[in-house]
């Protein structure tokens, strides 16, 4: 069943259709991403969404009735521009935020120390936020869209600005959350990111959405005849193969799509018989980045790989 439906969204700016008669659904239970490169269309749909832009056309139905101004008060919100007081000390940020959501502050108190001692900022609860880090802040400001308690999430582009430790205790968290059974929509442009986390994935590329559906299925149909090899030593000789589709190069791995599947037994032959070291050789798997890669084209292929080899 699904939590949260989107159904045949329209958002124009002027000339720009930011987002185009879209549809998708978010199941109950899941963690949901919402990927594409920048200016694809996710922030303005999550707006959509929160009912901060008025959509052209279409609706958003949440469990069961079309989403109103009551529909902010039970989700927590992560905006993509972040905004907390930067006068006010750690603590009292995150009581304030929960009392705007009905929350004493009695209610949120341990579980907000709890958190601050997750997000190693338990130190800092006294510490005014302008006198900490951008990726500190960042983490407090996650932290008043969670204490709340709301069972629905749903946070823009949460691991921007991030360090690998920082976004790998937000992964955590984000996790933890879903075991509760929360259902949480996050967007990135890092499909990386989206890999590891999310269950089920919208794809929007230019205002649509060009893929759908849940992480297992999307990648079985695309991996049938993929091979993903890590390797020293030379492969120039598989450029032009016969039974070579194509090949992928990501610097650390790459990808070898074979033009049938009973082609994947031969190649592993031959690259033993090349003399090509293989550190790791996986048949029918591919990458949610290749996969993004084939279908949104080439332009941003080399800003996007570096992105993802850095994070
Ligand atoms: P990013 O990852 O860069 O935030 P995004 O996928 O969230 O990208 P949006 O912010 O939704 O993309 O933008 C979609 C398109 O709509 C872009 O072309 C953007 O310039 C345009 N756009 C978004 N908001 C407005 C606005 N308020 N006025 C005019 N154009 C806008």
């Not at 060009?210 to 120039?236: C, F, P, T």
């Given at each position: 069943?699904?939590?949260?439906?989107?159904?045949n969204l329209r958002?124009?700016?002027?000339?720009?259709?930011?987002v185009d008669n879209i549809s998708?659904?978010?199941?109950?239970?899941?963690?949901?991403?919402?990927?594409?490169?920048?200016?694809?269309?996710?922030?303005?749909?999550?707006?959509?969404?929160?009912?901060?832009?008025?959509?052209?056309s279409g609706?958003?139905?949440?469990?069961?009735?079309?989403?109103?101004?009551?529909?902010?008060?039970?989700?927590?919100?992560?905006?993509?521009?972040?905004?907390?007081?930067?006068?006010?000390?750690?603590?009292?940020?995150?009581?304030?935020?929960?009392?705007?959501?009905?929350?004493?502050?009695?209610?949120?108190?341990?579980?907000?120390?709890?958190?601050?001692?997750?997000?190693?900022?338990?130190?800092?609860?006294?510490?005014?936020?302008?006198?900490?880090?951008?990726?500190?802040?960042?983490?407090?400001?996650?932290?008043?869209?969670?204490?709340?308690?709301?069972?629905?999430?749903?946070?823009?582009?949460?691991?921007?600005?991030?360090?690998?430790?920082?976004?790998?205790?937000?992964?955590?968290?984000?996790?933890?959350?879903?075991?509760?059974?929360?259902?949480?929509?996050?967007?990135?442009?890092?499909?990386?990111?989206?890999?590891?986390?999310?269950?089920?994935?919208?794809?929007?590329?230019?205002g649509k959405?060009?893929?759908?559906?849940?992480?297992?299925?999307?990648?079985?149909?695309?991996?049938?005849?993929?091979?993903?090899?890590?390797?020293?030593?030379?492969?120039?000789?598989?450029?032009?193969?016969?039974?070579?589709?194509?090949?992928?190069?990501?610097?650390?791995?790459?990808?070898?799509?074979?033009?049938?599947?009973?082609?994947?037994?031969?190649?592993?032959?031959?690259?033993?018989?090349?003399?090509?070291?293989?550190?790791?050789?996986?048949?029918?798997?591919?990458?949610?980045?290749?996969?993004?890669?084939?279908?949104?084209?080439?332009?941003?292929?080399?800003?996007?790989?570096?992105?993802?080899?850095?994070?």
């Amino acid at each position: 069943m699904n939590a949260l439906e989107v159904h045949n969204l329209r958002k124009t700016f002027g000339s720009i259709k930011a987002v185009d008669n879209i549809s998708f659904g978010v199941p109950e239970g899941s963690v949901f991403g919402l990927i594409g490169r920048n200016g694809a269309g996710k922030t303005t749909t999550i707006r959509m969404i929160m009912n901060i832009y008025l959509p052209d056309s279409g609706e958003v139905i949440f469990r069961g009735a079309k989403i109103g101004q009551d529909f902010r008060d039970k989700v927590g919100y992560l905006p993509e521009e972040r905004g907390l007081y930067k006068k006010l000390k750690v603590m009292e940020t995150l009581l304030y935020f929960a009392e705007l959501k009905g929350k004493t502050g009695k209610e949120i108190e341990n579980k907000a120390y709890k958190y601050l001692n997750k997000f190693e900022l338990y130190d800092r609860r006294n510490s005014k936020l302008e006198d900490l880090s951008k990726g500190n802040q960042q983490k407090v400001q996650f932290l008043t869209t969670i204490l709340h308690s709301p069972d629905f999430l749903i946070l823009d582009e949460p691991f921007a600005g991030l360090d690998p430790i920082n976004t790998n205790l937000l992964k955590e968290i984000i996790l933890e959350l879903k075991s509760q059974g929360k259902v949480i929509i996050f967007s990135t442009h890092l499909m990386d990111f989206a890999e590891k986390m999310c269950d089920h994935l919208a794809m929007i590329d230019r205002g649509k959405i060009i893929l759908n559906g849940s992480l297992s299925e999307i990648k079985s149909k695309y991996a049938q005849r993929n091979v993903s090899l890590n390797y020293s030593g030379d492969i120039s000789f598989l450029r032009n193969h016969p039974f070579v589709e194509k090949i992928e190069d990501y610097g650390n791995s790459t990808g070898i799509r074979v033009k049938d599947n009973s082609y994947i037994q031969q190649l592993l032959r031959l690259l033993i018989d090349n003399n090509v070291t293989i550190n790791k050789f996986s048949a029918n798997e591919i990458s949610l980045h290749e996969i993004f890669i084939e279908l949104a084209g080439k332009d941003d292929t080399n800003i996007l790989s570096k992105e993802v080899n850095n994070v």
